[in-house]
């Protein structure tokens, strides 16, 4: 799956580190985090010129974007550190801001503090994946072809429906 290189967004940005890399591929890219201290030294850092804007985001979502803006949304080690119905909140921007084709490509933990899953994992994101047990059993070091079948299990399917990436890997 390849996608278009025009804008990126990486969603709580620090000081722009992974957003001056995210430039390398991006024609531009957005940077946004709640703390005005982290975007004023992005901006010091910043080595793209206007290819690179850092903006300071103080409120419950991402309206200073239209739809469809991105094609690219990165977060990293953010959402864990909101409160799960803000996170749910945010990932639905995510999807909103996507341009079609778009890809967001976020961690978000599975289960919150306490041992509970997190609402937005099965509110938003769940599936089942099945395969023929043949199929996984192999002899050490041999490749192997898997078919899986993926079924969207949650209520959500997004403003694009629901995506699933085929990708292979080999272990």
């Known amino acids: 799956m390849s996608v278009k290189k025009g804008t990126a967004l990486d969603f709580g940005c620090g000081v722009g580190r992974l957003t001056q890399a995210l430039c390398q591929y991006f024609e531009r890219c957005i940077g946004v985090d709640i703390a005005g201290s982290m975007i004023k030294l992005a901006w010091k850092y910043n080595r793209f010129g206007d290819r690179c804007h850092y903006l300071v985001n103080d409120v419950g979502d991402l309206r200073m974007f239209e739809d469809g803006h991105f094609d690219f949304i990165y977060s990293n080690i953010v959402l864990q550190h909101i409160p799960s119905e803000y996170s749910t909140h945010y990932i639905r921007e995510f999807v909103r801001l996507l341009s079609p084709g778009g890809m967001a490509v976020f961690q ?31 002899t050490t070091g041999a490749k192997m072809q898997i078919v899986a079948n993926v079924r969207n299990t949650s209520a959500y399917s997004g403003r694009h429906g629901a995506r699933w990436r085929r990708s292979t890997s080999s272990a």
């Open 108 to 138: 978000m933990p599975s289960h919150v503090a306490g041992g509970s899953r997190s609402p937005a994992i099965d509110t938003m994101f769940s599936a089942r994946i099945t395969t023929s047990p043949q199929t996984l059993t192999a």
